[in-house]
């Protein structure tokens, strides 16, 4: 994919992510994933991130930036951004939960040791593109 194509498709992700929202509410999880990935792009991280190392920070983010709740779940975004195109989840037959459309649990992804990834082209068209970050 040219860089001119890898430009464009961050640019219609980023616009369509694809939230959840009832009413006027929407979820934050999968923006804040989001921004960190950018973030770690910015600052020249590698594109595997392991959910263990993200859980606490994305944790902290959901109750700074997210609505009050009982229980917050990083396992969310980090599953169902598989579904905006630019997000994969390795080893993803080990962690599949048994009933369809459920993410895994957080106990799952980390006993699991589990890795999600930006495909290497578009991360490089992230992280060389500073119109992008």
Known sequence: MSWKKQENFWRQALSNLNTWKRGDQ????????TLMLIARAAA???H?????V????????LKEFGPHRTSYHPEFPFWHLQTDGFWVVEKKAELS????????????????????TVPPDLWEALRNNPTLQ
Request: proline share 7%; net charge positive; with cysteine.
């Open 26 to 33: 929407r979820a934050v999880h999968k923006p804040l994933l």
């Open 44 to 46: 020249d991280g590698d």
């Open 48 to 52: 595997h991130v392991r959910f263990a």
């Open 54 to 61: 993200i859980t606490e920070e994305l944790t902290r983010l």
């Open 97 to 116: 939960p048994q009933q369809s459309g459920l993410s895994p649990t957080k106990c799952t992804l980390l006993k699991h040791n589990a890795v999600g």
